[in-house]
């Protein structure tokens, strides 16, 4: 069943990157500019040899339509390269320096690592390309999907607020929207006495979380790669501490059955606040232990700067309980993840709507929708629960603990720290 899909999934994703034709000259050096810019921490690029490895019989059962055909594989993973070509030695293998030497058109389908979909007209002209990233990420979303459900533990996925669907903003909010007062990114005021003003607006009845933004420790969130996926450094101190890529959730119970994931952007992160701030803590303190009878721990996984794949990523590398739930708060441009959530009938929630005007909540967001203040957590908070309250509330008595199992990779993370002794220094 699922094989089927994949072949359906996989030939709508062919006809979607079919493109006309168009004259390029292959050794234009400005090709660098078209490169995946996903990149993990100190400039690595995407690990595609480890993913290769993870479901390697799915891909390779994705690519079997093009099985007596001529195929071109594009990657400057050397490492995915040599593994592939042991797996299909009858594909022809390059890297984008010998790009200039290659007749695209004398290939019946070209996979890309390296380059953005976007400009694939641009660099092969006529040619039916296939970015291996939409094989990967169909596979990933899928199995991941799967694996929840089989194991009875909801996913919910929540769509972050975004200033276009944010109905009769002020025009306050739109310069704050717009970055005139101050630049979040590089922790830069443009205009201090304003900049004041917008603390007084955000953060008059919290001056700890008024403390964090106003010495600049707001964006200050460092992130690792163990391989697969991005999660942020560890950090102590008075306002934000994280270990293990978890973001201290305050008021957790000592002792808990089941527990509540929360991945997702910045949102989810909620760096503009201290830890007792933020949309877990709201939801932990305020709504689960104050009406759940039965305990639930929040944990908190967020971090900037992490797209949906980051996130179905870590979801399939964490340990789970029946009954435990699952919540993704991100963005929805992925055309491949609408369609999965389509056909499981995963309906996704938009958050825009809690900060349309009018209202009485005041103001609560900061350079982007999605960067909100300790009462724009509040309000986030309070719908979550109103939506997975009936399912806190069911009764599981399953104790038995349930994580996925990789038949081709189960010892990637493993791997890695070998062949990475700077990460291994870190974990010590």
Not at 245 to 260: F, Q, S, V, Y
Not at 270 to 279: A, L, N
Not at 303 to 321: A, K, P, Q, V, W
Request: glycine share 4%; net charge neutral.
């Amino acid at each position: 069943m699922f094989k089927n899909k994949l072949k359906i999934l996989v030939t709508i994703s062919i006809l979607i990157n079919s493109f006309c034709s168009v004259s390029v000259n292959a050794a234009n050096p400005e090709y660098k500019k078209y490169e995946l810019c996903e990149c993990n921490p100190g400039g690595q690029y995407l690990n595609w040899a480890h993913r290769l490895a993870m479901f390697q019989d799915e891909i390779l059962e994705a690519y079997r339509i093009y099985d007596g055909k001529r195929v071109l594989v594009l990657s400057n993973d050397d490492k995915f390269l040599l593994t592939f070509q042991k797996l299909k030695p009858d594909y022809c293998f390059i890297n984008s320096d010998s790009l200039k030497s290659v007749n695209f058109s004398t290939f019946d389908c070209i996979i890309d690592t390296v380059y953005h979909p976007q400009y694939f007209q641009i660099i092969y002209g006529n040619a039916k390309v296939i970015p291996f990233m939409d094989t990967y990420k169909l596979i990933l979303y899928s199995r991941t999907l799967d694996f929840l459900q089989q194991n009875n533990i909801q996913y919910y996925f929540f769509e972050v607020p975004m200033k276009n669907k944010i109905q009769n903003l002020d025009e306050f909010e739109l310069d704050l929207l717009s970055d005139k007062y101050t630049d979040f990114y590089r922790s830069l005021v443009c205009d201090k006495v304003k900049f004041k003003e917008v603390l007084d607006l955000l953060y008059s009845d919290n001056p700890e979380s008024r403390e964090r933004m106003e010495k600049g420790r707001h964006d200050y969130a460092p992130l690792i790669s163990n391989g697969r996926y991005k999660l942020p450094a560890d950090e102590a101190c008075k306002y934000y501490n994280s270990s293990n890529g978890i973001r201290l959730t305050t008021d957790t119970p000592d002792m808990a059955r089941n527990k509540i994931h929360i991945l997702g952007t910045c949102l989810v992160r909620s760096g503009y606040t201290i830890d007792r701030y933020t949309v877990s803590s709201f939801l932990q303190r305020e709504y689960i232990n104050n009406r759940i009878s039965q305990p639930y721990k929040t944990l908190n996984y967020g971090g900037s700067h992490t797209d949906l794949m980051n996130d179905f990523e870590r979801i399939l590398d964490t340990t789970y309980r029946p009954g435990d739930i699952v919540i993704n708060i991100n963005f929805t441009s992925c055309s491949i993840l609408r369609a999965l959530f389509e056909a499981r009938g995963i309906k996704p929630i938009e958050l825009s709507h809690l900060f349309s005007r009018p209202h009485n909540n005041g103001y609560t967001m900061l350079n982007m929708a999605a960067h909100l203040s300790h009462n724009g957590n509040r309000i986030v908070a309070d719908f979550i629960y109103k939506i997975i309250e009936p399912d806190l509330k069911k009764a599981y008595h399953e104790d038995r603990d349930v994580k996925y199992t990789f038949e081709n990779a189960n010892n990637y993370v493993d791997i890695f720290i070998r062949e990475n002794p700077d990460f291994q220094q870190y974990l010590d």
